[in-house]
């Protein structure tokens, strides 16, 4: 029996049909932890730079497919690069992320422009292209963007946040505007993920990295009906739509109802109790511990172990429950890739 290519192991799996193995590939796959990497951010000489330069950024979505065998590449990007294409400049300080002038009235908000990701953000379907050149196929690109509430969180508190306080603060003392700043992210994320699909990533995901902070009820009032309105757009692109949320544990069956094919996981929901809540209805993505890459590898192999055993048989991609953290050993990445294919390959 011939194998499958990790491209059709991906897109399988993304619809729930039987494969040879579970696929795994791992959120922030590309960053600090690689040496490669480092070299190519100094040459680069800054972070967004090396965003905005497609043959750059190609090769760093492609150094951790080539070193650990991966079976996916993700482009590489940042959830705030449509924030800057809308007017809200942004730059980034080494060891302390992301800054941007602050969102801060109704009268900001009306500036935002809905830009033409052709003509602001041209590299981010270029550095697609180039993956897709250089895997031939084999390999898939997955696409992304941040999700309306939490690129809004980024836009008013104009930077990262333990708990987004002015953001939610405007929640409730600015609330019209708040709802008008989530349609105007909506309006852009649009053609942009859509670029994305057109430029031949083989997936999108939406992350929902701050989503956790909201209650179930204001979850569906403000966030969840933007995430419907991205996906429903998005699918005459006929690509697998994944949503990421972290911190939704409470949010499960929201994100059951946001249009996605995918649902992925941090590492505080477990798989199976979440399988059970969607009536075993979606691929379920996740959702390994990062830190647990820094346990000995015995102790690593026990925790994959217990993912794979609670996760769907058929419909699930391997993944952190966040990205991989600075520090990582690399080996243990590449050890984590060899456990989840020898514990999950089909005998031939």
Same mark, same amino acid.
């Given at each position: 029996?011939?194998?499958? &290519?990790?491209?059709?192991?991906?897109?399988?799996?993304?619809?729930?049909?039987? #494969?040879?193995?579970?696929?795994?590939?791992?959120?922030?796959?590309?960053?600090?932890?690689?040496?490669?990497?480092?070299?190519?951010?100094?040459?680069?000489?800054?972070?967004?730079?090396?965003?905005?330069?497609?043959?750059?950024?190609?090769?760093?979505?492609?150094?951790?497919?080539?070193?650990?065998?991966?079976?996916?590449? =993700? @482009?590489?990007?940042? /959830?705030?690069?449509?924030?800057?294409?809308?007017?809200?400049?942004?730059?980034?300080?080494?060891?302390?992320?992301?800054?941007?002038?602050?969102?801060?009235?109704?009268?900001? /908000?009306?500036?935002?422009? %809905?830009?033409?990701? +052709?003509? +602001?953000?041209?590299?981010?379907?270029?550095? %697609?292209?180039?993956? !897709?050149?250089?895997?031939?196929?084999?390999?898939?690109? =997955?696409?992304?963007?941040?999700?309306?509430? &939490?690129?809004?969180?980024?836009?008013?508190?104009?930077?990262?946040? !333990?708990?987004?306080?002015?953001?939610?603060?405007?929640?409730?003392?600015?609330?019209?505007?708040?709802?008008?700043?989530?349609?105007? %992210?909506?309006?852009?994320?649009?053609?942009?993920?859509?670029?994305?699909? !057109?430029?031949?990533?083989?997936?999108?995901?939406?992350?929902?990295?701050?989503?956790?902070?909201?209650?179930?009820?204001?979850?569906?009032?403000?966030?969840?009906?933007?995430?419907?309105? =991205?996906?429903?757009?998005? $699918?005459?692109?006929? @690509?697998?739509? /994944?949503?990421?949320?972290?911190?939704?544990?409470?949010?499960?069956?929201?994100?059951? +109802?946001?249009?996605?094919?995918?649902?992925?996981?941090?590492?505080?929901?477990?798989?199976?109790?979440?399988?059970?809540?969607?009536?075993?209805?979606?691929?379920?993505?996740?959702?390994?511990?990062?830190?647990?890459?820094?346990?000995?590898?015995?102790?690593?192999?026990?925790? =994959?172990?217990? /993912?794979?055993? $609670?996760?769907?048989?058929?419909?699930? %991609?391997?993944?952190?429950?966040?990205?991989?953290?600075?520090?990582?050993?690399?080996?243990?990445?590449?050890?984590? #890739?060899?456990?989840?294919?020898?514990? &999950?390959?089909?005998?031939?």
């Amino acid at each position: 029996m011939n194998l499958m &290519t990790k491209r059709e192991l991906f897109l399988r799996a993304c619809r729930k049909e039987p #494969v040879d193995r579970t696929p795994v590939w791992l959120m922030r796959q590309a960053g600090r932890y690689l040496p490669s990497y480092r070299a190519l951010r100094e040459k680069a000489g800054d972070f967004l730079t090396l965003c905005r330069t497609p043959e750059m950024a190609a090769e760093a979505a492609l150094q951790p497919v080539r070193q650990f065998g991966l079976d996916a590449a =993700i @482009v590489f990007s940042d /959830i705030l690069i449509p924030l800057e294409a809308m007017g809200v400049p942004l730059s980034f300080a080494e060891g302390e992320g992301p800054r941007l002038r602050p969102v801060s009235s109704a009268g900001d /908000i009306k500036e935002l422009r %809905i830009p033409d990701p +052709s003509e +602001s953000m041209p590299f981010v379907m270029m550095a %697609i292209e180039n993956l !897709r050149s250089e895997l031939g196929g084999r390999v898939p690109v =997955i696409g992304f963007g941040g999700a309306p509430f &939490t690129l809004a969180c980024y836009a008013l508190e104009g930077g990262s946040s !333990r708990d987004f306080r002015k953001a939610l603060q405007f929640l409730y003392s600015e609330t019209e505007a708040f709802e008008n700043l989530l349609d105007r %992210i909506t309006g852009a994320l649009i053609p942009f993920l859509d670029a994305q699909a !057109r430029a031949g990533a083989d997936a999108i995901q939406l992350f929902e990295s701050w989503g956790g902070l909201l209650s179930a009820r204001l979850y569906r009032r403000f966030a969840l009906p933007r995430i419907r309105r =991205i996906f429903a757009s998005l $699918k005459s692109a006929g @690509v697998p739509l /994944i949503l990421y949320v972290n911190g939704a544990s409470h949010l499960v069956e929201e994100m059951a +109802s946001s249009g996605a094919d995918v649902l992925s996981f941090d590492s505080r929901t477990v798989l199976s109790e979440a399988r059970e809540r969607t009536s075993g209805a979606f691929c379920l993505q996740g959702n390994l511990e990062p830190s647990s890459l820094f346990a000995p590898r015995e102790v690593l192999e026990k925790e =994959i172990s217990e /993912i794979l055993a $609670k996760a769907p048989g058929r419909g699930h %991609i391997f993944n952190l429950g966040h990205g991989v953290l600075p520090g990582t050993d690399p080996g243990k990445v590449k050890f984590l #890739v060899e456990s989840v294919e020898r514990m &999950t390959r089909s005998a031939p």
